[in-house]
């Protein structure tokens, strides 16, 4: 024997019901007027547009990369005679391929 049972919503079917009804509503929004208007309520200024326009900090970033260079080279000494003398009497094995 075949039974026969009333068919029952599926969540496809919800989801088709769902997606018809959005649809007929985009239909449904007023005609845009010509001119389009927007009124303003207050000014527009932001700070925030002028540090997309520069670097913020390049400057400094410069400044302290040639204060580190400038202490670095304060600091050089010169290695001594020893250490000189070793590496200038052989320079040409330091070449060799």
Excluded: C, K, W
Aim: proline content about 5%; glycine content about 6%.
């Amino acid at each position: 024997m075949i039974e026969l049972t009333a068919t029952s919503p599926t969540s496809t079917s919800f989801a088709f019901a769902v997606g018809a009804a959005m649809l007929a509503g985009q239909f449904q929004y007023p005609p845009r007027i010509e001119p389009y208007e927007v009124q303003q309520v207050r000014g527009t200024h932001s700070d925030f547009i002028e540090g997309l326009t520069r670097p913020v900090g390049v400057e400094s970033l410069a400044q302290q990369m040639a204060e580190m260079y400038s202490s670095f080279a304060n600091r050089q000494e010169r290695l001594g005679a020893e250490f000189e003398a070793a590496i200038f009497s052989d320079l040409e094995s330091l070449y060799e391929a």
